[in-house]
């Protein structure tokens, strides 16, 4: 049976994941595409059909910027194992780091999924604060290089409460019949 870290509640990933540096960085970034796929169509016409804030990304690039923090924060993980998984605060770690990509893989289904921005803006504002305790723990550890795999997450994470919450006032916190307008305008 593969060691997990984390508490006793078992919160971290095993540690044959952690070791390995593919396995590290393409968890999250298959677990993010999948979710990504699998509520394209309908995240594309809702994206579409919202009134958008000020400075909002065309559709496009969310896929890449994504990807590449995926793989940035599967990076910093791996890192962090290799230097320090033998330090006695690497559990707490561990367990930041599952918290926050279960948070981060909870937001899509959120927003788009089941169409509630509030309960979206809940999850990434508890994102937030996660990886700040996540980069402040990394350098507890003393891992620099992880502290730096997270500067940019972070720095999108900020925009994307940002576009969260200028989505949100911007359409009434109802994404649902601004995406019905748009199918139904569609089939006219």
């Known amino acids: 049976m593969p060691t997990v870290l984390g508490t006793t509640i078992g919160l971290g990933l095993p540690s044959q994941i952690l070791a390995s540096p593919a396995a590290s960085i393409l968890l999250p970034i298959t677990l993010g595409s999948a979710i990504g796929w ?5 995240t594309k016409t809702t994206y579409h059909s919202l009134t958008q804030p000020p400075l909002h990304p065309p559709s496009y690039l969310f896929g890449p910027v994504w990807t590449l923090l ?3 924060m599967g990076y910093g993980i791996h890192h962090a194992y290799k230097s320090s998984n033998s330090h006695p605060h690497f559990p707490t770690t561990a367990t930041l780091y599952t918290t926050q990509l279960t ?17 979206a803006l809940v999850d990434i504002l508890g994102l937030g604060v996660n990886l700040g305790a996540l980069t402040w723990s990394y350098s507890q550890l003393g891992d620099e290089v992880a502290v730096w795999t997270m500067v940019p997450y972070m720095a999108w994470v900020s ?7 200028g989505v949100g006032v911007l359409n009434g916190w109802d994404l649902k019949s601004k995406r ?9």
Do not use: M
């Open 38 to 42: 699998s509520l394209s169509p309908k």
């Open 70 to 72: 995926y793989g940035l």
């Open 103 to 119: 948070l981060n893989l909870l937001w899509t289904p959120l927003f788009f999924g089941i169409e509630r921005p509030e309960i």
């Open 159 to 165: 925009f994307a409460t940002y576009l969260n919450i």
């Open 180 to 188: 019905k307008a748009a199918e139904e305008a569609k089939k006219e």
